[in-house]
């Protein structure tokens, strides 16, 4: 027998678009029951770290605008291409918003901000341990029927929204929906690691192609709490135990940081995916966030995504719930939001076309290394190109640096006697950039 959410739409799905969805509907004083399979929330990684100006402007709106402040605020972005930094640009300009660009905080600190803001919310109750296995429609609502430790419970609602998240495929198979795209071979190995990097709390660095992780990528953000999310792009069947077992991840670990004392705070290999649902909406349930769409992550349109298909579903289905709109309102969740996706995709399958390109004797391969060669100089009028030190822990521009006798030979990632071995404080602040 289906218990009555006495009007409450039903969120599927306890993860950070699903936390969003409830605040928003509850905002519009709509009374909401979120039901998640874990029997608690887990406390893990990272994960989406890059949160744009207008989700933090969603997240002030309900409570959550502790995430802006909390987050690290990136000055800077440079792009180097092997041993050379090509440009690099900054967004200290913040216009007339009160709101950065965008910041990075960890995906555990964000879900913590929203359930701090969810338990100062009467109308929505949170369910753990639900794990939703039928949906059934009729003309009035929604029966979802969720196994529990005391069985089979039922809730009856008038609206769903399903954030099962990436692996929420019982959920879209319930609802009928298809999840085509493609998945790539190629991962990236993820580490949160707490070390003092002086100059780099505000930097986003982004290698292509560099000495120390050869024909792949490396991505590096500054967290706050002195933690930098550090993705290496590595090859199918990388296998990470093996990598910690042998000394291999302290060796790329040290690149980084040389020998300065560090923490790994979490760690994972994440393989991406380019897929989206072919249907947003069956019927009287909308689907949103990584349940709909998974995105390569350059770019951080995963769940900055997410949460836009929170806000969307939400003040529509509180507009035909109030009785100020039609029902008919909801279609145009599903032609908003797909249309955002296939955009979303277009751009994020180009850029990891770009990035990851598929082997060397590609064609993207060989049409991305010219631009990348022949990267001219910045706007500022410095060289962009500016050779340094082949140690990515090495500070000293390449005139000053011992290692530059060893042009065209591996560094070995360790220290030595030379400018290689500055202490932190020694190391030069980078030059901000002029023009934003
Ligand atoms: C290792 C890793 C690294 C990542 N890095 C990045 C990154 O750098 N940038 C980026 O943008 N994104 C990244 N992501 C993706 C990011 O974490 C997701 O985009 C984000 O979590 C999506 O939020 P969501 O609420 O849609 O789904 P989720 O966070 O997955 O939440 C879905 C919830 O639904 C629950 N659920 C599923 N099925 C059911 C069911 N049948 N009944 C009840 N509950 C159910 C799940 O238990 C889960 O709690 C990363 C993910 C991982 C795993």
Not at 238 to 250: I, S, T, V
């Amino acid at each position: 027998m289906a218990s009555n959410g006495e009007g409450a739409v039903g969120v599927i799905g306890n993860g950070p678009v699903g936390q969003t969805t409830a605040l928003l509907l509850a905002r519009w004083g709509i009374p909401v029951v979120v039901l998640d399979n874990r029997p608690r929330r887990d406390a893990e990684g990272s994960r989406a770290i890059c949160q744009a100006r207008d989700v933090l402007d969603v997240w002030a709106a309900v409570g959550a605008g502790r995430l802006a402040d909390e987050g690290v605020t990136w000055t800077t972005a440079r792009t180097f291409h092997r041993d050379r930094e090509l440009f690099a640009w900054s967004f200290v300009d913040r216009g007339r918003s009160r709101l950065p660009a965008c910041v990075n905080i960890s995906q555990v600190r964000t879900e913590q901000v929203l359930d701090q803001a969810i338990a100062a919310q009467p109308l929505i109750e949170t369910r753990w341990a639900h794990e939703v296995v039928g949906i059934d429609q009729d003309e009035a609502g929604v029966t979802l029927r969720c196994r529990t430790s005391r069985g089979e419970v039922g809730l009856r609602v008038p609206y769903a929204v399903a954030c099962a998240g990436a692996r929420g495929e019982a959920v879209r198979r319930m609802l009928g929906v298809g999840f085509d795209g493609r998945s790539f071979d190629d991962r990236f190995l993820i580490c949160d690691i707490r070390v003092e990097l002086p100059g780099w709390e505000t930097e986003r660095r982004f290698y292509f192609d560099p000495e120390w992780n050869p024909d792949r990528q490396v991505l590096i953000h500054p967290c706050p709490d002195s933690t930098y999310r550090v993705d290496w792009q590595v090859p199918a069947g990388f296998d990470l135990d093996a990598e910690q077992a042998g000394g291999r991840l302290d060796a790329r670990i040290r690149q980084i940081t040389g020998e300065r004392r560090y923490e790994i705070v979490w760690k994972s290999v994440y393989r991406f995916h380019s897929r989206h649902a072919d249907r947003f909406r069956v019927g009287r349930v909308l689907l949103a966030g990584d349940c709909a769409h998974l995105y390569a992550p350059f770019g951080a349109r995963g769940l900055n995504s997410g949460v836009q298909d929170a806000e969307n579903a939400a003040w529509k289905l509180a507009f035909v719930l109030r009785g100020w709109a039609p029902p008919a309102l909801l279609s145009s969740y599903h032609a908003e939001r797909l249309s955002a996706a296939l955009e979303n995709l277009e751009v994020t399958s180009r850029t990891m076309d770009f990035l990851v390109p598929r082997s060397p004797a590609s064609g993207t391969w060989a049409r991305r290394s010219p631009p990348l060669t022949r990267a001219g100089p910045s706007r500022d009028g410095r060289p962009a190109a500016r050779p340094r030190c082949r140690r990515l822990a090495c500070w000293s521009p390449t005139r000053r640096c011992a290692t530059r006798s060893a042009r065209g030979s591996r560094s070995s990632g360790r220290s030595s006697a030379t400018d290689c071995s500055r202490s932190p404080a020694a190391a030069p602040t980078p030059r901000a950039p002029r023009w934003g």
